[in-house]
């Protein structure tokens, strides 16, 4: 038997919505005039996960099963929100930031970094932890925010290593750390913390949080979050 899975992604609200929500008749063919949610949306991380996903199901069922667990912690578990919105008070006024993650938590590393350079405006950059010697490591001072994807994963040794670099040099660690990591209230000035989770499924715990802070970020500089500047020019012109 063959397997397909289908995802897709919309920028324009359904026409199921409420009538306020409805776009407007030409909205599908002038998508950049009428996009929401940026901060959630042209996502890295979906056809990243989904090819990991898709490969991990392929061999599951070569091996006679069908069921993938992707460990997704408890579901109960809120983004923290309120942590979020206080710590993007720090963001305000910086001009720059970093954004760390290794192995699955890279691409969710460039997540965030895009998004708060979309919608806040702020010059943000995302590197393999792995990768921050030589260059970016040059840039960490006591000025830098970096925040740092460091849950209990098969990377977290390594990952906690690039961490203690970036304290030892008086950078601004944030860190998103699994719940019960006694380690990072010595290391990182703020934390947010993140449920149990496998490693399949902790990207899609990990990338709320930044998508979020972006959104705080822009809201606090009075940036219109669904129309950022410069984004129908990007969408429409080759």
Known sequence: ????????????????????????????????????????????????????????????????????????????????????????????????????????????????????KEISYIHAEAYAAGEMKPGPIALIDEELPVIVICPRDPSYDKTLGNLQEVRARDGQVIALATKGDEAMHELAEEIIWLPEASEWGMPMLTVVPLQLLAYYVAARKGHDVDQPRNLAKTVTVE
């Open 1 to 116: 038997a063959r397997i397909a899975i289908t995802m897709a992604q919309t920028d324009i609200p359904s026409t199921g919505s409420s009538p306020e929500a409805t776009p407007p008749e030409d909205a599908a063919r002038n998508a950049g005039d009428y996009q929401i949610q940026v901060a959630s949306r042209v996502s890295r991380l979906p056809p990243y996960m989904f090819g990991r996903i898709n490969a991990l199901l392929y061999q599951k069922r070569r091996a006679g099963h069908d069921v993938i667990d992707l460990g997704m912690g408890n579901p109960s578990d809120p983004p923290q929100p309120q942590v979020i919105e206080k710590l993007s008070e720090a963001f305000v006024e910086k001009h720059h930031a970093l954004f760390l993650g290794r192995g699955v938590q890279f691409p969710v590393a460039l997540e965030g970094a895009l998004k708060l």
